[in-house]
């Protein structure tokens, strides 16, 4: 049995579609028909059936669907043991760090260790505003993201890595010190000018969704996206913000300002790692993964994500 004829089986399954298969695959549409045709002749069972939802794999399809892409694990691993071992890796990798978020903090500790482990590989990092993280890698224009949400979508598998809270961010001087050791409620939060990123940000959805839910509304002074600007804007007494602890800490006036956590359970957000359900990592990209979690690791204690093995992720 030809091992692409069992690729184009598992495209077709992941895709829903004989005609995004074909696309995906750069193959034309009667040719990867013809394969599928190839490999029910040959289980002597029809493995798809259409419908108005699409293509659908039969029981016969789902079981022969789980061994094939435990093949194709299996023949990953091993071209990776053989081209570790005979030649140095490269090529470009793109991963995309929710912005505002703790994992903008991973990019320099990820950027030193892939230099000195992998100088061959050319990272991008996308984590600013503007992009949909999650649009990009159903696009197949991002290997690996580290982004906001826990619900996987068609074609996109979501690993959550930590709840992440938020807390408002502000000078020390617009509280007293017995209010500073205070969580502060959603009704106070409303009454506070504050500057935040645009209407698409995620943090800032979940903040208007916590005075919503209290019946009131933000009052926002200023849109902006930028750390250092937000940094600025508050040491000259425009108004608060609010991050991620994390985020907060590593501003560099963070001696100056406080931070309330923020007393509603709509103040948080999954944060999750992201890979395609529909390629597989290249060996460079592999490579960056493993790099990751690592770094990951090393913000344990701050943020306390769950121990993941890259391996038994790629399993799954």
Not at 13 to 42: F, R, Y
Request: net charge negative.
């Amino acid at each position: 049995m030809e091992t692409r004829r069992l690729e184009a089986f598992v495209k077709v399954v992941d895709l829903g579609s004989v005609t995004s298969a074909a696309k995906v695959l750069n193959v034309a549409q009667p040719a990867l028909s013809q394969q599928i045709a190839s490999l029910e002749a040959e289980f002597k069972r029809q493995l798809l059936v259409r419908s108005t939802r699409g293509v659908m794999p039969t029981e016969a399809g789902r079981t022969l669907y789980r061994y094939a892409k435990s093949i194709q694990r299996q023949i990953d691993e091993a071209r990776r043991s053989v081209l570790d071992s005979e030649q140095e890796l490269s090529g470009n990798v793109t991963i995309g760090l929710a912005p505002l978020s703790s994992a903008t903090l991973f990019g320099p500790p990820l950027l030193t260790q892939l230099r000195r482990r992998h100088p061959g590989i050319i990272l991008h990092i996308f984590d600013s505003f503007g992009v949909t993280l999650s649009e990009l890698m159903l696009k197949g224009s991002m290997d690996i993201a580290i982004l906001y949400g826990d619900r996987s979508v068609r074609g996109l598998d979501y690993k959550p890595l930590v709840m992440e809270e938020f807390y408002l961010v502000a000078p020390r001087d617009i509280f007293s010190s017995e209010l500073w050791a205070q969580d502060i409620r959603p009704e106070e939060l409303a009454k506070i000018d504050l500057m935040l990123p645009s209407r698409e940000s995620f943090l800032r959805q979940a903040i208007e969704r916590v005075c919503a839910e209290v019946g009131e509304r933000l009052r926002i002074v200023a849109e902006i996206q930028s750390r250092s600007t937000l940094s600025s804007a508050m040491m000259a007494g425009v108004g608060a913000t609010v991050l991620p602890k994390t985020v907060a800490q590593a501003l560099p006036n963070f001696e100056q300002l406080g931070l309330r956590r923020i007393d509603s359970p709509a103040a948080s957000l999954q944060m999750s790692l992201c890979i395609s359900d529909y390629a597989r990592l290249s060996d460079a990209a592999f490579a960056v993964y493993n790099i990751l979690l690592e770094t990951i690791a090393l913000f344990k204690d701050d943020i306390s994500p769950h121990s993941m093995d890259p391996e038994a992720f790629l399993a799954e």
